[in-house]
């Protein structure tokens, strides 16, 4: 579990850095940018202590890939992939955290729409 939650907590602080380097691009992909990063801290803090409450303490968080943040689409687009590879993979015991990674994926997809279409 510590690659997902990696990932997860790699594409809120990547929306935090694309969302304050977004200050002089539209205003609609800064705002976006920032729901987008809000929404997953709640959420991934539910996630990791429903999961840690299930199992036990995960650590080895921050170990992050290299990102190249001058395409938020491209790089929500991988990672909503990312996300829905690894809850079919990995809910089939544990059909409770589906709802984490639905949220997770409607607040991408979302935040996807409002980058590709919203100026």
């Given at each position: 579990m510590t690659d997902i939650f990696n990932k997860l907590y790699e594409a809120q602080e990547i929306a935090?850095?694309?969302?304050?380097?977004?200050?002089?691009?539209?205003q609609s992909e800064h705002e976006a940018l920032e729901d987008f990063y809000t929404g997953m801290?709640?959420?991934?803090?539910?996630?990791?202590?429903?999961?840690q409450?299930?199992?036990?303490?995960?650590?080895?968080?921050?170990?992050?890939?290299?990102?190249?943040?001058?395409?938020p689409i491209?790089?929500?687009k991988a990672f909503a992939l990312i996300v829905a590879e690894f809850k079919a993979e990995n809910?089939?015991?544990?059909?409770?955290?589906?709802?984490?990674?639905?949220d997770i994926l409607i607040m991408t997809y979302k935040l996807l729409y409002k980058l590709r279409f919203l100026n």
């Open positions: 935090r850095i694309m969302h304050t380097l977004a200050v002089n691009k539209k801290t709640k959420t991934l803090d539910e996630f990791i202590e429903i999961y409450g299930q199992y036990d303490i995960v650590d080895g968080f921050g170990v992050f890939t290299k990102v190249d943040t001058s395409d491209a790089y929500f809910t089939i015991s544990n059909s409770h955290f589906e709802s984490l990674y639905d």
